[in-house]
């Protein structure tokens, strides 16, 4: 595997499941960040990791909970979400924070 | 209010001609531009950057412009080929470290 991977493709949850959203790299970087996608908005940065601490938490809801347990992996543990949380959601690295970023495909997600 | 702007949501050009995509941006501090490019279903691509101290930033076929005074920036493209049509997005940062601001991205379909 190489570059920046993330698990699943496609999630569907109901409003008051939980799931997570997983992302990895192989770059061997320091920073790692999740984005936002919705349609017609810009990218939207949620949470920052630059050597495994927030450095970042651009006023997310709580129903957004990242974890960064090393400096390869990322998740986003997603919990009583609403509909409007239904976007693409875009991991991406870079070296350390405010270098160049690598993104992963993304994860579709549809609440219900 | 949005900080960096792509006004044209989409744009049609034919097959060798010259693609220009331009971007606007409001925040005086802002030193770094780059450029993505994104496919269906996939991340973003890092295309080309440019600082401030520079007017002109040259890759192959991937031209970016930047106008300071006018806070205006541009991609030119040039041939366009039909591979190249995907949603480009203009990003811009304050400083090393600061976040990237991204614009809502432009449709470039090249047809032939």
């Known amino acids: 595997e190489t570059g920046v991977t993330q698990t699943p493709r496609h999630l569907v949850m109901g409003m008051t499941n939980k799931k997570s959203l997983k992302c990895e790299q192989h770059?061997?970087?320091?920073?790692m960040y999740w984005y936002k996608q919705s349609a017609k908005k810009p990218l939207e940065l949620m949470f920052v990791?630059?050597?495994?601490?927030?450095?970042e938490n651009n006023s997310v809801p709580s129903r957004f909970s990242p974890e960064c347990p090393n400096s390869s992996h990322l998740f986003l543990h997603l919990h009583t979400l609403q509909p409007e949380d239904s976007a693409l959601y875009l991991c991406?690295?870079?070296?350390?924070?405010?270098?160049?970023?690598?993104f992963g495909p993304g994860t579709r997600l549809t609440v219900l | 209010d949005q900080q960096v702007k792509q006004n044209s949501p989409s744009l049609s050009v034919q097959e060798g001609r010259i693609s220009i995509l331009n971007c606007d941006y409001t925040?005086?501090?802002?030193?770094?531009f780059l450029w993505y490019k994104k496919y269906p279903a996939e991340g973003p691509t890092f295309l080309i950057s440019?600082?401030?101290?520079?007017d002109k930033n040259e890759d192959g076929r991937f031209t970016v412009f930047l106008n300071k005074s006018a806070k205006h920036l541009s991609l030119h493209i040039v041939p366009s080929q039909p591979g190249d049509s995907a949603v480009y997005f203009c990003a811009a940062s304050a400083g090393n470290t600061d976040k990237l601001i991204f614009g809502t991205g432009t449709r470039l379909q090249v047809f032939p």
């Open positions: 990791y630059n050597f495994k601490e927030q450095t």
């Open positions: 440019i600082s401030s101290i520079k």
């Open positions: 770059l061997g970087h320091n920073a």
């Open positions: 991406a690295s870079s070296q350390v924070q405010g270098d160049e970023q690598f």
């Open positions: 925040n005086s501090m802002f030193d770094y």
